[in-house]
């Protein structure tokens, strides 16, 4: 079993900053890859980016040079810096692995990015 606890959300203006961080407990030894998904009102849940154990990360292209994910194993966190918001940003953030064949999701945070 595997909790992920997302904080850090809040609303920000078009082009300020957060930083949003997910906890992870339980049985998180063998997590191998960490993401952080999103879902605007009405739309479907999106991937945002991936990162592995050793640090490789991927990023969807409507996100590439604004945010940045980050982990450390050490504490079990993951973050997201997230860098030149936009308004079409605003959604639900959530943290998300998969382990032993099932998908493991926080409750979210919001993020607000007002025009």
């Known amino acids: 079993q595997v909790q992920l606890v997302e904080s850090g959300g809040g609303l920000v203006q078009a082009g300020g900053s957060l930083t949003l961080s997910c906890a992870a407990s339980?049985?998180?030894?063998?997590?191998?890859?960490m993401a952080w998904y999103r879902q605007a009102p009405g739309k479907q849940r999106e991937l945002v980016a991936t990162i592995t154990r050793g640090g490789r990360t991927n990023y969807v292209d409507f996100v590439k040079g604004r945010f940045t994910i980050s982990r450390d194993n050490a504490k079990s966190l993951v973050y997201l810096q997230m860098n030149s918001l936009k308004p079409e940003d605003t959604a639900v953030y959530f943290c998300?692995?998969?382990?032993?064949?099932?998908?493991?999701w926080g409750q979210g945070t919001q993020v607000t990015v007002s025009s």
């Open positions: 339980g049985s998180i030894f063998s997590i191998s890859v």
């Open positions: 998300n692995t998969f382990l032993s064949g099932r998908d493991y």
